[in-house]
Every structure is written in structure tokens, then in C-alpha cells.
């Protein structure tokens, strides 16, 4: 699925679950019993009557107030959440406490009791099998929020190529042992307060075989419009454009325009045959079978502060069996109304996000 999973504990006794690891939301949830639509996930269904620490929130607390779309059962006067992805996928539920057990893999653990998620008992789209989703934005239910000084406000993530044998894992990492090693580079997270949950950074250019192309700035940077309309909650903020850099999301998103150029710098300098694999999702496609050592024009994505240069395999992905069809893993972002730096662009890296310092720092590894 392109997705990448970390395992949590909930619950008292805890029990184990997968679920994908997003940067690019908030929300920890997870398919709860009873459920009236949940789809076939790997692991046991979380059951919460089994718990001894499970419980519903009130929703008049702040937590409640703040999800994207939340409401009150005429019952119980609980909060009962909505939560959308880009994708369309989506869950509704409970958003209730419970306590979060997370465990190294050298097998010691740490327990977070009154840990905020959701009980998703209406759960729709494809999340590969996974149990939920583990949100690690910077909006105050994620988890890297509500874990805040306990992790020192810091995580890291080396991702394995997403063609490596399943058996391999990637290592997570929470507080001050998230750091990275030698050629590292850093950039600045910008805040964006019509989007707080984002990792926005700049970019500021993009060359392909060392050619800098022409870009406008705001398809690639974000600007932020204050609506001078009072409203009784908070102030409106339009925003447009931006880059953010999203662990849930497979491919590298640009705005149209900008896409548009970086594909066509890519198909200008290579002689290759091209390959219609639109069916996978992939725009621009070619064929390796007698060029399986082809090398592929540089791609440097310009951020502030620093460049960012990465290999060819995190850019152009083999996406066949026989391996003869070789894919340039990026596309349109289309009304999204951002770009993303997808984790396929991020494999074999050390990725930081320290928000103490508002940072994403990055050093290449063999993960």
C-alpha cells in the first residue's frame, strides 16, 4: 500500500496493534468494538469493554472542540468525532482515553495513561490492513503533541525502500536519541496557522540534471490571508500552495504547474522508451528492460537553507516484478492546495522532525 506502520499498545491488559504512521494528521485511532462498518485489518479488533482504563470524553473539553468535526451523543453527552483523509478514507467514532503503551525493540516500554484517540467504529478506504492511523502532526491531539516533553518534542524515522522485504523494519525513534549522522541538512519548519498540523518547509527551487527550472513562487511557497470577517471562534486564514512533508502519503505531490515542468524536464533528457503504467497510478513511465543500469538526470529540491539531493531510486521506483518498467514517483497535487514530499522521496534517510527548534534535519543512511 505504500504505507509504513508502527506498533502501539492500548489498553489495560494492553494489547498490540499496527497502525500506518502519518506526520500529515493528527488523529490516533483505531477499529473499535462494536463496530457498525470496519474493514479487514491484520490484527485483532480493539474491544474497549476489555480494557480497565478505557473512557469516554466529555465533549465539552477543549480536545473535543478542537477535532475537525466532532458532536455529542444525545446520550451519554460523550464527543463523538469525524476525521477525513486527503484520500477521501475516513472514521467516526469515540474519542475517548485509554492508556498508550509504546515498547522499544529491545523490549522495555513506557506507559501514557489518559492517552486521547479515537474509537473508530465507522471506518472507510483502504489502509492496507492496518488498524488505524498513529497522527503525528503538530495539532493538539496527535501523538507527538500529547507525548510533548516526554519525547523532549522530538521523533525520527529511517524508512526502508519500499520494495525490501517485509521482514525489515524501520526504525522509529522518540526523544533526545532522534538524531541524525554525518552529511546531515536541516530546514526550518514554518508555521502556518490555517494549517497547524502540517510540517511546512520552504521550497524554493527544483533543478533536474542540474538545470534550474523556472517556477513561480507562490505554486511552490504558501501564502497566508488574514479575513478581516469576526467570527465567534477564530479568525479565518485562507492559505494557498506550500509544501509539507507527509510520512502517510507514497508519492511526491507538486502543484500542477510545477509538475508539469518537472516532468517534462525529465522526459526532454531521456531517450528511453516510455511505458503507459497509468493504471498504477504513475504518469510518466519508461522502459529498463535493456537499460536496467540507466542513469536518470540528478533532481535537487531547493529548501531553505539547504539542498536536498537524492538518489535516483527515490524519485524513479521499479514498479514491476520483472523489473523493466521504471516510474518517476511524483504527480500533480491537483485541489489538495499543496505539495508533499511523500516517504518513497524520503527512503534511506534519517528524518528528524525536532519541534523544540522547529526543524526537519535529514542525513542519508542505509536503514
Same mark, same amino acid.
Given at each position: 500500500s505504500g504505507a509504513y506502520t508502527m506498533?502501539?499498545?492500548?489498553?489495560?491488559?494492553?494489547?498490540?496493534?499496527?497502525?500506518?504512521?502519518?506526520?500529515?494528521?493528527?488523529?490516533?485511532?483505531?477499529?473499535?468494538?462494536?463496530?457498525?462498518?470496519?474493514?479487514? &485489518?491484520?490484527?485483532p479488533i480493539y474491544d474497549p469493554s476489555a480494557s480497565s482504563t478505557f473512557a469516554k470524553t466529555s465533549c465539552s473539553t477543549s480536545s473535543c472542540q478542537s477535532l475537525p468535526a466532532s458532536g455529542c451523543s444525545s446520550s451519554a453527552?460523550?464527543?463523538? !468525532?469525524?476525521? &477525513?483523509?486527503?484520500?477521501?478514507? =475516513?472514521?467516526?467514532?469515540?474519542?475517548?482515553?485509554?492508556?498508550?503503551?509504546?515498547?522499544?525493540?529491545?523490549?522495555?516500554s513506557k506507559a501514557f495513561p489518559n492517552f486521547q484517540f479515537g474509537c473508530g467504529r465507522l471506518n472507510s478506504?483502504?489502509?492496507?490492513?492496518?488498524?488505524?492511523?498513529?497522527g503525528l502532526g503538530q495539532g493538539k491531539i496527535s501523538l507527538s503533541t500529547q507525548l510533548g516533553s516526554a519525547i523532549n518534542n522530538k521523533f525520527s524515522y529511517c524508512l526502508v525502500d519500499f520494495d525490501d522485504d517485509s521482514s525489515k523494519t524501520s526504525p522509529l525513534i522518540f526523544g533526545s536519541s532522534a538524531s541524525t549522522g554525518s552529511g546531515a541538512i =536541516?530546514?526550518?519548519?514554518?508555521?502556518?496557522?490555517?494549517?497547524?498540523?502540517? !510540517?511546512?518547509?520552504g521550497l524554493e527551487g527544483i533543478s533536474v540534471g542540474g538545470k534550474q527550472l523556472s517556477?513561480?513562487?507562490?505554486?511552490?511557497?504558501?501564502?497566508?490571508?488574514?479575513?478581516?470577517?469576526?467570527?465567534?471562534?477564530?479568525a479565518l486564514e485562507v492559505n494557498s500552495g506550500g509544501t509539507i512533508f507527509d510520512s502517510g502519503t507514497t508519492l511526491?505531490?507538486?502543484?500542477?504547474?510545477?509538475y508539469s515542468k518537472v516532468k517534462s524536464a525529465f522526459a526532454s533528457?531521456? =531517450?528511453?522508451p516510455t511505458v503507459d503504467a497509468s493504471s498504477s497510478g504513475f504518469d510518466l513511465c519508461y522502459d529498463v528492460s535493456k537499460s536496467k543500469n540507466f542513469k536518470f538526470p540528478a533532481l535537487t529540491l531547493a529548501f531553505k537553507g539547504?539542498?536536498?539531493?537524492?538518489? &535516483?531510486?527515490?524519485?524513479?521506483?521499479?514498479?514491476?516484478?520483472?523489473?523493466?518498467?521504471?516510474?518517476?514517483?511524483?504527480?500533480?497535487?491537483?485541489?489538495?492546495g499543496l505539495g508533499i514530499i511523500g516517504n518513497l522521496m524520503q527512503q534511506n534517510y534519517h528524518v528528524v522532525y525536532d519541534r523544540g527548534t522547529s526543524t526537519i534535519s535529514m542525513s542519508p543512511a542505509q536503514c
Open positions: 506498533e502501539i499498545e492500548l489498553g489495560s491488559p494492553p494489547k498490540k496493534f499496527n497502525a500506518i504512521v502519518d506526520t500529515g494528521s493528527d488523529l490516533v485511532w483505531i477499529q473499535c468494538k462494536p463496530c457498525s462498518q470496519c474493514y479487514s &485489518q491484520s490484527d453527552k460523550t464527543c463523538i !468525532y469525524g476525521y &477525513q483523509y486527503g484520500d477521501s478514507s =475516513s472514521t467516526q467514532g469515540d474519542f475517548a482515553l485509554e492508556t498508550l503503551t509504546l515498547r522499544s525493540s529491545g523490549g522495555s478506504g483502504s489502509f492496507g490492513g492496518a488498524a488505524g492511523i498513529v =536541516s530546514t526550518p519548519i514554518i508555521p502556518n496557522s490555517g494549517r497547524s498540523t502540517y !510540517y511546512f518547509v517556477l513561480a513562487t507562490r505554486a511552490i511557497d504558501f501564502l497566508s490571508v488574514r479575513s478581516k470577517k469576526k467570527l465567534r471562534v477564530r511526491t505531490l507538486l502543484d500542477d504547474a510545477v533528457s531521456v =531517450s528511453l539547504t539542498k536536498f539531493s537524492p538518489p &535516483q531510486k527515490n524519485y524513479f521506483v521499479i514498479v514491476d516484478t520483472a523489473e523493466t518498467v521504471a516510474c518517476l514517483a511524483m504527480g500533480g497535487s491537483g485541489s489538495l
